[in-house]
């Protein structure tokens, strides 16, 4: 991801909470949160750099692929 500094951070599964490696899907929304959908769920970076994970063990989502 491109920080607004110019900066690049590459996230996995390995080095953040990304809860998947393999991503199908990236939105912003306006609070300025990433919402990252992969294969098996959906992950959350807020501005503060802290994660949030969905998966369907977790959450309501009946289907991740």
């Known amino acids: 991801m491109l920080a607004p500094d110019g900066t690049w ?5 390995a080095n953040s909470a ?3 490696d393999w991503v199908k899907a990236v939105a912003i929304d306006k609070q300025g949160r990433v919402w990252i959908g992969t294969l ?3 992950s959350v970076l ?3 750099g802290k994660w949030a994970t ?3 063990a977790n959450s309501a989502l009946t289907e991740t692929m």
Request: charged share 5%; aromatic share 12%.
């Open 54 to 56: 969905y998966t369907s």
């Open 40 to 42: 098996v769920g959906l």
């Open 46 to 48: 807020a501005p503060d």
């Open 9 to 13: 951070t590459t996230y996995t599964s």
């Open 18 to 20: 990304l809860v998947g």
